[in-house]
T-cell receptor, first 114, second 112 residues
Framework: EADIYQTPRYLVIGTGKKITLECSQT?????MYWYQQDPGMELHLIHY???????EKGDLSSESTVSRIRTEHFPLTLESARPSHTSQYLC?????????????FGPGTRLTVL | AQSVSQHNHHVILSEAASLELGCNYSYGGTVNLFWYVQYPGQHLQLLLKYFSGDPLVKGIKGFEAEFIKSKFSFNLRKPSVQWSDTAEYFCAVNTGGFKTIFGAGTRLFVKA
């Protein structure tokens, strides 16, 4: 059973609000990821991290930012939410090393911006 | 650009029917291949994976997948599905480094 947590699970907010989506893992994994998932579409990587103080943008352009101050914590922040940000956000983590890259996913946060 | 294609977006089967979900990828180098599954209300989780060796890999709950390098395919199979296999299935490919590319998913509904 993967130990990766996301809060909140559901969030409905108005346009212009600042929000932070929380993600924590207790497996000691170095790598962490944020994906955006819309129904019937691929998971799109928006941010990833190799470890503490290491963050990179993924392929999908995103107005969000992330931080990695502690190994177990990888929050995602939207400074000013817009309706186009409405989506499901999945956090994942994986070990570092050859033959790995198996990702463990959290339950997701479903965000609706009105 | 690298991509993963899953042939069917929706599949409906009766219990005991055989299942094959297609997955093709576009990348000419070494790949690590995965099938993930998301049961209703649950996390996305690993079903099986291929890194090297025997191209026929077995996963949990009686699922298996075959890597055919010449066809760039990694199809998922199960000889006899159960109602509890109702879920969404994602094929994924890692080409090295941080990036894993996911397909759009196939929703399987098994009628009891």
């Amino acid at each position: 059973e993967a130990d990766i947590y996301q809060t909140p699970r559901y969030l409905v907010i108005g346009t212009g609000k600042k929000i932070t989506l929380e993600c924590s893992q207790t497996m000691g994994h170095d790598k962490m990821y944020w994906y955006q998932q819309d129904p019937g579409m691929e998971l799109h990587l928006i941010h990833y991290s190799y470890g503490v103080n290491s963050t990179e943008k993924g392929d999908l352009s995103s107005e969000s930012t992330v931080s990695r101050i502690r190994t177990e914590h990888f929050p995602l922040t939207l400074e000013s939410a817009r309706p186009s940000h409405t989506s499901q956000y999945l956090c994942a983590s994986s070990e570092t090393g050859a033959g790995t890259d198996t990702q463990y996913f959290g339950p997701g946060t479903r965000l609706t911006v009105l | 650009a690298q991509s993963v294609s899953q042939h069917n977006h929706h599949v409906i089967l009766s219990e005991a029917a055989s299942l094959e979900l297609g997955c093709n990828y576009s990348y000419g180098g070494t790949v690590n291949l995965f099938w993930y599954v998301q049961y209703p209300g649950q996390h996305l989780q690993l079903l099986l994976k291929y890194f090297s060796g025997d191209p026929l890999v077995k996963g949990i709950k009686g699922f298996e997948a075959e890597f055919i390098k010449s066809k760039f395919s990694f199809n998922l199979r199960k000889p006899s599905v159960q109602w509890s296999d109702t879920a969404e299935y994602f094929c994924a490919v890692n080409t090295g480094g941080f990036k894993t590319i996911f397909g759009a998913g196939t929703r399987l509904f098994v009628k009891a």
